[in-house]
């Protein structure tokens, strides 16, 4: 797989994984995992009065039971009632098949202190031997599918030659997905270098990627709003892009959950080829070179003003 799509794509599952909870999250979770081991891996639905005895998912091979919990918010007491109640329903009636019981959460941040030491003290006990799974865990099942899977999980695949064609009515069609005029805020505009800001901000591997492959088209979005009919639209986008970003970082968002953030806000959801895809990551670059979003670097690192 291209390393561009790649780069797309963990940016799409990690959407996903941060949004959808409960039954969704749960069906998300198998449905990749029918992906990785089609004809191998059972999905179980609940079944009547008898539920699904504490199975949302089987590797026949590995012999690999899996219990999935994805609740809106994740607390320790519930959790753990969660891993207690579900662990000890499924050692009867599942004892014969599985080897290892695997937790499956979807704290993008990892478990509590509580609920690491409640795992740990069950993998004590064993058989079956008791670990977890969360983003890495399921992202790295998920990176090792095809071409074709891959984009029946999450949509089109986008390459650096895409950037190359972008076009001006890739450009214009992603700007209009953008939210209307929002109140007027102050940028900084004293110089800085791009790495610097991309290292201030704390970015993951994968974003940056993708910031650089906007770097590509980004003189085609500046010449976009140069030649546009209005004048004032590109500073309207930036306020909108602004106001957004604020927002995220008020909520006490991550950096790479805001990116993901901006990314719909841009229309990443809607875009529907990759023409509108690339068009979304040089839009979202040009704003970032811009300074209308995220963080600049603290003053007086790689404070250099011929860059």
């Known amino acids: 797989m291209d390393s561009t799509a790649k780069y797309h794509y963990e940016v799409v599952f990690e959407r996903d994984f941060l949004k959808k909870k409960g039954e969704e999250y749960q069906d998300f979770f198998s449905t990749i995992m029918e992906k990785c081991y089609p004809g191998d891996f059972i999905r179980t639905r609940p079944w009547g009065n008898l539920g699904d005895r504490k199975n949302d998912g089987y590797i026949r091979s590995k012999r690999i039971l899996f219990q999935v919990y994805a609740p809106n ?153 140069s030649k546009w009919h209005d004048v004032t639209y590109g500073e309207r986008i930036a306020e909108a892009f602004k106001k957004r970003y604020v927002q995220l970082k008020d909520s006490g968002e991550s950096p790479d959950q805001i990116f993901i953030h901006l990314w719909e806000f841009a229309g990443g959801r809607e875009a529907v080829n990759p023409g509108e895809l690339v068009a979304v990551y040089a839009i979202l670059f040009y704003f970032f070179e811009n300074c209308d979003i995220f963080e600049r670097p603290r003053e007086g690192i790689g404070d250099d003003s011929s860059n």
Do not use: C
């Open 73 to 225: 918010e994740m607390s320790a007491k519930e959790a753990l009632k969660k891993i207690n109640e579900d662990y000890e329903e499924a050692k009867p009636y599942w004892t014969p098949h599985f080897d290892q019981w695997v937790f499956v959460h979807n704290s993008r941040n990892g478990l509590g202190p509580e609920i690491t030491r409640k795992l740990l003290e069950l993998d004590k006990l064993r058989p079956p031997n008791v670990t977890h799974w969360g983003y890495q865990e399921l992202w790295n099942e998920a990176s090792q599918l095809d071409d074709i899977n891959m984009q029946s999980l999450f949509g089109p695949a986008i390459s650096w030659k895409d950037m190359l064609q972008l076009s001006m009515e890739n450009i214009r069609h992603v700007l209009s997905y953008i939210a209307e005029n929002s109140i007027a805020l102050d940028t900084d505009l004293r110089p800085f270098r791009l790495e610097d800001k991309i290292q201030a901000n704390g970015l993951s591997l994968h974003v940056q990627n993708l910031l650089k492959l906007g770097m590509q088209g980004s003189f085609n979005v500046k010449n976009f709003f």
